[in-house]
DNA sequence: TATCTGTTATAATTGTTGTATAACAGATAG
DNA sequence: CTATCTGTTATACAACAATTATAACAGATA
C-alpha cells in the first residue's frame, strides 16, 4: 500500500500516517491480520524518524486498530473492539465541519450526497479488492 | 452567547472559540452583522489572554465569517464570501473520519442518519431564532 | 482628555513534533 | 551461539506552536 507524507502540511507526520492507514483500512487496501512495515522499515522507507512510525503504530493500537508484538511486529487487528463512545465521539468531530457547511449555505441535500458519496466511493473499493480475492 | 473552554481539550483555545463562533453562526446563536465583544472583553470573561481571542478572531476574518474595524469592533460578516474550494476541503477534512466510521462497522444508514441529525438540529434551531425576531 | 477599538512588537514559557543516538528484552534464522 | 530482526524505552536536542505578559500605537468616541 502506497503511503504518501505532505511535509508542509499542517497535520503532524504521524497523523498524516494514521489517517492513511485507517483510509486503507476501510478501502480494503490494508485487510485484517495484515502485516504492516516494522517501525525502522517504514521510518526508512518514509525518509522520517522510527519514533514517529512508533507513535502512529502506538495511537492505531490505543484505537483498536493495530497489534503490536515484539516477535511478529505490527499486524492489522482482525477484530476491532467496540467502542461504545464511537458515536459520541464522531459527532463532536462533524459538528464544527456541518456547522460551516450551514455558514457557508451548502444545502442539506449537497451535505448529504458529499458524504454518500465519499462513504460509497470506500465501501466500493473495499468491495473490489474482496472480489479479486476470490 | 455563551461560550465554554475547555482547558484540557487537545484543541486550542483559539480554535475552540472560532468553532464555537462558527456553530453560533449557524444555530442562530449569532446573526449576520451582530456585534462580538471586544478581544480584551472577551479575553477577561474567559480568563485568557487578549492575544489568544486576537487570533480567534483574525482567522474568522481570514474565513470570511467576521469583519474587523478598529472603530466598530468585531462584527459577523453579513455577507459570506464564496470559497469555491469549500466542498474539496470539507471532503478532505469527511475523507478519515468516514473511513473510521466504516472500519467500526458503522452502517451507511446510521453514518447518514447522523450527518442529518446534526444538519437538522442546527438549522431548526436558527429557524426557531429567526421565528422568535418576528 | 480619557477611554474604547483593533493591531503590532517583543519576550518568556510551555507543550508538541520530529530527529538522533543508544540501549534493552524477546523472538528468530543462520 | 551469534547475528539480526521485532517493539519499546530513555535521553537529549532543535524547531515550532500556543499562550501569556507587557507595552505601545493609531484611530474613533464619549
Redesign the pocket.
Given at each position: 500500500m502506497l503511503i504518501q507524507i505532505d511535509f508542509a502540511s499542517d497535520l503532524?507526520?504521524?497523523?498524516q500516517l494514521r489517517d492513511q492507514i485507517v483510509i486503507g483500512l476501510a478501502t480494503g487496501q490494508l485487510e485484517a491480520g495484515e502485516e504492516l512495515p516494522?517501525?525502522?522499515?517504514l521510518a526508512a522507507d518514509l525518509g522520517?524518524?522510527?519514533?514517529?512510525v512508533?507513535?502512529a503504530?502506538?495511537q492505531l493500537?490505543d484505537e483498536g486498530f493495530l497489534v503490536?508484538?515484539?516477535?511478529s511486529?505490527?499486524v492489522m487487528a482482525k477484530n476491532i473492539p467496540d467502542q461504545p463512545e464511537f458515536q459520541n465521539w464522531l459527532s463532536r468531530q462533524l459538528e464544527p465541519l456541518v456547522a460551516e457547511a450551514i455558514c457557508r449555505k451548502m444545502s442539506t441535500n449537497d451535505l448529504q450526497a458529499l458524504v454518500r458519496t465519499l462513504d460509497q466511493s470506500m465501501r466500493q473499493l473495499k468491495k473490489d479488492g474482496e472480489m479479486q480475492n476470490e
Open positions: 503532524p507526520i504521524y497523523r516494522s517501525v525502522r522499515r522520517i524518524n522510527l519514533h514517529t512508533h507513535k503504530y502506538q493500537r503490536l508484538d515484539r516477535r511486529g505490527a
